[in-house]
């Protein structure tokens, strides 16, 4: 019998402080029988140093989700301050070719396409999948690593992106913070 969420538990009041934990901001892809997919992510988390493990959270409704099934590989691209419209692109659900649409890519170990630009690179291959509700935690063997420029990263918090500046200030969403 699956756990029930207690009444008091809103599922818009769990999302709404949930919002409360600042995150930074990623693009999950895959490519699967020659076609590129990918979804902006922001549960994502290092779940093992040694050996390098980490997981995602995909909902099951999401596109790219079969796809990451399928092909058994995915990447993760930690986004820099300046991607916000990157970030916003994956996160529509408009055709995945047209995700990467003018997006600047190039390829990796698991042929999945890698963002240029990015902070940081980890390419996957599926270790574990674990549905968990609506969403599927998948657990990632890390088989390959990129390291980007080190410039400010996208963040989200508050269901807004924040931008971190060159002087190390974050500027947050607006109305996120009380004036
Ligand atoms: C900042 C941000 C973080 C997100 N994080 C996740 C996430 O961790 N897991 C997820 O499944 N969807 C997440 N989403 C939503 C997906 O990016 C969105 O539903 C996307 O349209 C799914 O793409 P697809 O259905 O074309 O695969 C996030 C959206 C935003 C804006």
């Not at 779940?47 to 995915?74: K, M, N």
């Amino acid at each position: 019998m699956p756990a029930r969420t207690p009444p008091s538990v809103e599922p818009s009041r769990f999302r709404h402080l949930m919002a409360r934990w600042p995150t930074g901001v990623s693009v999950v892809t895959t490519r699967e029988n020659g076609h590129d997919r990918g979804l902006t992510v922001n549960a994502f988390l290092s779940v093992s140093l040694e050996p390098a493990r980490l997981l995602v959270s995909i909902a099951t409704d999401a596109d790219a989700w079969p796809s990451i099934h399928r092909s058994g590989a995915f990447a993760v691209s930690v986004l820099a301050a300046h991607q916000r419209s990157v970030s916003q692109r994956f996160a529509s659900r408009v055709p995945a070719d047209e995700k990467f649409a003018g997006i600047d890519v190039h390829r990796g170990v698991t042929g999945a396409a890698l963002l240029d630009g990015t902070l940081a690179i980890f390419e996957c291959r599926v270790w574990q999948e674990i549905p968990v509700g609506d969403h599927v935690l998948v657990l990632g063997n890390v088989v390959a690593l990129e390291e980007g420029a080190d410039i400010p990263p996208l963040l989200f918090y508050r269901s807004g992106y924040a931008e971190a500046e060159p002087d190390g200030r974050v500027r947050l969403p607006r109305g996120s913070v009380p004036r």
